[in-house]
């Protein structure tokens, strides 16, 4: 059975930094994506950052220049750091692994709309 376990979160006054942590537990594809989402409080969920098998990274524009995704696959965690945080950086920050789908050859085929979710992890940002 699969885990993912959120740490990290907290408040902070902006311009602060938090670095969010997210342990996997179960079996996970390392060839398999992981990211980040956050959802405030009457507004979408969002993706933040998303890092590939293949270790290429994805941002959503608010984000790109002050957080970090990062993934350890020999400890099976995903971490976000994020530095000059802002009053609109507040949510609940959620970790997700995508979901091995079948190996067809060399190639493993995952899939993120029906991922793995941890539990989430409040960031708050006081201006």
């Known amino acids: 059975q699969v885990q993912l376990v959120e740490s990290g979160g907290g408040s902070v006054q902006a311009g602060g930094s938090l670095k969010l942590s997210c342990k996997a537990t179960?079996?996970?594809?390392?060839?398999?994506?992981m990211a980040w989402y956050r959802q405030a409080p009457e507004k979408e969920r969002e993706l933040v950052a998303g890092?590939?098998?293949?270790?290429?990274?994805t941002y959503v524009d608010s984000v790109k220049g002050r957080f970090t995704i990062a993934q350890d696959k020999t400890t099976n965690t995903l971490y976000l750091q994020m530095n000059s945080l802002k009053s609109d950086d507040t949510a609940v920050y959620y970790c997700?692994?995508?979901?091995?789908?079948?190996?067809?050859?060399?190639?493993?085929?995952?899939?993120?709309?029906?991922?793995?979710w941890g539990q989430g992890t409040q960031v708050t940002v006081s201006s």
């Open positions: 997700t692994a995508d979901r091995r789908l079948f190996d067809f050859g060399e190639q493993t085929y995952c899939t993120r709309s029906d991922a793995y």
């Open positions: 179960g079996y996970i594809s390392e060839n398999c994506g």
């Open positions: 890092v590939n098998s293949d270790g290429t990274t």
